[in-house]
């Protein structure tokens, strides 16, 4: 006979229904969904990540209590770290900037791609984010303190 216990698999899933059930009441909410004249409004995708993250958190969270404790490595630790890195400096410099800097620094640092490389890759990337999320879909990314400090 098994016990069921939680371990740390069970509050990871936990933390992800927690974020999901988050994403998609504020992109339903707040945000909205659908404009029949405009298509999807900025909500739209949080509501749908939010979604897939519920139905797969909630699997994973009955699946955890079969599944033995994680085991922390070094690259698992350091990419926690760089979430972390990322989340603070979103609330200074803004949030599409802080994520153009983390992806060239992953892009050199991590990749060791050549500069060119990272150059192309930096132009098309921006390009699609900031077309995809912030002219067609409308998503209202944190512009950070010093933004704000800057425009007054």
């Known amino acids: 006979m098994s016990t069921k216990k939680f371990n ?7 933390a992800c229904i927690a974020i999901a059930v988050v994403w998609m009441y504020l992109g339903i909410t707040k ?5 029949p004249k405009e298509g999807p409004l900025s ?4 509501t749908i990540i939010g979604g897939v993250l519920l139905i797969s958190s909630v699997i994973y969270f009955i699946r955890s209590f079969s599944m033995e404790g994680a085991k922390y490595e ?9 979430m972390l890195v990322i989340f603070g400096a979103s609330y200074l410099i803004g949030f599409l900037p802080t994520l153009l800097l983390f992806y060239i620094f992953w892009l050199r640092v991590m990749e060791k791609m050549p500069v060119r490389t990272i150059i192309i890759a930096t132009v098309v990337m921006t390009a699609i984010v900031y077309g995809t999320f912030s002219m067609w879909l409308k998503v209202p990314f944190p512009e950070g303190l010093l933004f704000e400090m800057i425009l007054g």
């Open 43 to 46: 909500g739209f995708f949080p």
């Open 74 to 82: 070094k690259g698992a630790i350091q990419l926690t770290i760089g």
């Open 8 to 14: 740390s698999k069970s509050v990871i899933a936990l």
């Open 31 to 35: 945000y909205g969904l659908w404009d």
